[in-house]
Structure formats: C-alpha cells, structure tokens
C-alpha cells in the first residue's frame, strides 16, 4: 500500500453517510480535478509535511468521499481541511483548471456546519467584528493590558512569555487606531483622483504607521483619499473557519459603506484583504459587486498604474529586498507592481525564492505555528542571504511573520511594508530640495 492509499485508508475507513451542504458547481470542480499530482510541487504545507491528505489532490479526494457519503466529518478530517493556508499555489499551476478555492470554501462550510465552530472565534466573528465599537474598545483594553505584561522587546517586537504563547514574537498594539486618527478627510484641492482607503485589522490596530504612508504618499500625489469609518473586517477570518453567515453579514455591510460614497477607486496595503473584497466578495455578494470590484486595487498597483513614474523622488542609499505575499502574487499575478514601487524608491535587490511563502496566514499560524516556522526559517535564510538592510511586502500579515523570525534570530535586518520605503524616499527627496 503507498503512503497515499494509507493516508486515504485511515480516513475513510469505518465511516459511513455525511451531510453535504454543497452547490452543484462545487461538484463540477471537484470532478474536473485528474488527479494529476501537479499541486504537490506548490503546495508549501505538503512540501513540509509530504502528507497527501494536506495538499489540494488528497483533500479533492476527501471532498469526493463525502460526495459519495463514504466518509463523515471527524476530528481528522477537520485537521486535513484546517491545514490549507488556502493561498491558492495549487489553483494558478492546476492543468484542468479547477477552482480549488470553490472546493475548500465548500468543505470550511462543511466543517462548520456539521462539528460547529470553537466558541471564542464564533463569539470573535458574530459578536465583535460586526461591532465597530465593541472591537475599539476591546483592543484599547488590550493595548493597556499589553503594556503591563512582562515582556522582552526588540524594537517594536514583544516576546510572548510561555505563558501566553510563548516563543513567539509580536508587534505592539496601537494606542490609537487608524480610522481613529483620519476622521476628517485632508480636503486637495483639485485632486486628480478621490480614492477611498480599505485599511483592514492588522493596519488600523497594529500597522497604524501603513496607513499613514498610504495617506500621506497618496496626498502628495495630489489625490484625495477618504477612510470611511463605518468599514468592517474583511472577512477572511471568519471565512477560513467556514462561518458563512458572519463572512456575509461584514461582506454587506462593507458594501453598504463604499458604495454609499462617491468614489474612482478603493486601495486596500494588504493583499489579503484586497483578495478577499475584489475577489472573494464577486462570490458572497454576487455579479453585482462587479463595478465596485473593477475599482479596487492594491496600493503598489494603483501608484503603478496611475501615477507611474513618481514625481520628485530620489531612491534611498538603503538596500531593500522584496517578499512576494501569496494572495498578491498567486491570487491576483500581482509581482511587478511592488518592484516597480521599490526600484524607484530605493537600492533594490532580488532574494532568491521571493516567491516562496513565509508561512504567515491567520489561524494557521495559530493552529499550525511549528509548520509555519519551518517555511518561515527558509524565507529568512534568503532574505539575509540578499544582503538587503530592510525586506519589504504588501501584507500586514507577512510583515508580522517576518519580523517575528527575524527578531527570533536577533537580526538587524528591519522588516516593513513597501509604501513605507516610498514614504521615507519622498520625505528626504524633499528634505533635499
């Protein structure tokens, strides 16, 4: 017996009948996959872990076996599901073209529906998320709480105590949020543009210095930007858990904001969350949210597209390499864009498997933290191996995951978002002049 057939055999067997809650199109994309293997070579869970049962082919084929009620939902069969970092590799090197995401939505859904979801994120997801206030306060609280917790620092890095987590380090919450500090939109006059900013969980309660580089390089370009303060999380949180009641609740009332406003795009600095409302939102919300989907871009994107060459900027002395978020690159074939940015603001130098995922991504880093260290390990290897002083992405999350192994190891490399280098480059440009 191969080790996939074992894999399959340990799951299947003993087990009869399953509930489905699946969409005939769902079926049609799981009949479509040929079982061809071409998803092992991508997958960076399987190309750590070699599991079958963790890789888009094995889960398809679990998929199939509660199609066929040859299987029900288990603890096991939970694991295999919350195991995929869901950043669709395997969908963009797929031969037979099949939407995998349609399929893994499908079997989160699944889980949730027939085993429940744990109480904490079920209370997290239709409690406070929806509530703007209600998650303001919790985070102030939290903020204080954190001061107050006996921790090592370095820089803006805390080190857990094992008592909360340990081993791990994080970055300090912000006293004050984001859309707390642009309430009043910067009124230009004559803007050659009115964008509206998109500035999801991590940059408006950690990364509150993102949002400000957004603000302020947008503002120098002569663009307008409004930051409505009625937004709500993405989504994605309570998505990658199958709780599609909650995902929609926030997917709708995010509509409600954006298109209430008068607007010629929305830019989102974090590739996850401009997936999760220019794609993701085409399936919760429907054909409908077409028009305002076509006007969403990411920050890099945008600057590359609209601006192109940019005015008055010389590039930093500073050498900066770049990491590849995969809901940028995979999800949307966005690579050049953020390169582009960063050529013009700075000594750009390539790392070698920029591509290569960092292991960050929500509640698998939490769920799954020693397999995301093993990918991350790697990722810090190039990053020093570049001889870059600062590594650059667009994804609050990678940022977090970087830094963390980067001040596990001590190093002085800085990690950051790529508008920030293009906010840094156009201050001394005009400290300059």
């Given amino acids: 017996m191969t080790t996939y057939e074992r894999q399959k055999f340990e ?15 769902w079926k049609e994309e799981v009949s479509k996959c040929s079982k061809c293997g071409k998803c092992h070579t991508v997958c960076p869970v399987f190309l750590e872990t ?6 888009a082919r094995g889960r398809i084929s679990l998929a199939e076996a509660l199609l066929d009620q040859q299987i029900v939902y288990t603890e096991k069969l939970r694991d295999y599901v919350y195991s995929c970092k869901k ?39 239709r409690y406070i998320l929806p509530r703007r206030i209600l998650f303001d306060i919790l985070l102030k609280v939290s903020s204080r709480v954190q001061r107050f917790m006996p921790m090592k620092k370095r820089g803006q890095m805390r080190h857990l105590p094992l008592l909360f987590m340990g081993k791990r380090w994080i970055p300090t919450l912000a006293r004050k949020s984001a859309l707390q500090k642009f309430r009043k939109t910067k009124k230009i006059k004559n803007p050659r543009m009115r964008v509206g900013f998109f500035t999801g969980c991590l940059i408006n309660y950690i990364y509150v210095d993102v949002a400000e580089a957004v603000v302020e390089v947008l503002n120098r370009m002569n663009i307008e930007v409004v930051v409505p303060q009625r937004q709500l999380c993405c989504g994605t ?17 995010n509509r409600k904001v954006f298109e209430s406003l008068e607007l010629d795009a929305i830019v989102s600095a974090c590739a996850t969350c401009t997936k999760a409302i220019k794609n993701d939102y085409l399936r919760i919300l429907g054909p409908s949210w077409k028009q305002m989907s076509d006007k969403i871009y990411d920050i890099s994107e945008f600057i590359d597209t609209f601006i192109g060459d940019i005015p008055g900027v010389k590039p930093l002395e500073e050498k ?21 940015v960063l050529k013009k603001s700075s000594r750009f130098v390539e790392m070698d498997m920029a591509d290569a995922c960092c292991g960050g991504g929500g509640i698998f880093t939490i769920i799954h933290y020693d397999l995301t260290l093993k990918m991350l390990e790697r990722k810090v290897n190039s990053i020093e191996k570049s001889g870059a002083a600062t590594v650059a992405t667009n994804c609050p999350g990678c940022v977090m995951q970087i830094a963390d192994g980067l001040a596990s190891r001590n190093s002085t490399i800085k990690t950051t978002h790529s508008i920030k280098i293009l906010q840094e480059a156009l201050r001394k440009s005009e400290a300059r002049t």
Avoid: Q
Wanted: aromatic letters at 6%; proline letters at 6%.
């Fill in 11 to 25: 799951v299947f067997s003993g087990l009869k009948g399953s509930r489905l809650l699946m969409s005939d199109d």
């Fill in 237 to 253: 949180p309570s998505s990658t858990m199958g709780d599609v009641k909650s995902t929609k609740r926030l997917a709708e009332e």
């Fill in 87 to 125: 950043c669709m590799r395997c969908r963009k090197v797929c031969p037979s073209d099949v939407d995998y995401e349609k399929i893994i939505s499908a079997l989160l859904h699944g889980v949730a529906e027939n085993m429940g979801i744990p109480l904490l994120p079920k209370i997290i997801f």
């Fill in 320 to 340: 900066v390499t770049y990491h590849d978020p995969c809901h940028l690159l995979w999800v949307r074939n966005i690579s050049e864009e953020p390169r582009s």
């Fill in 50 to 55: 070699h599991d079958e049962s963790s890789v």
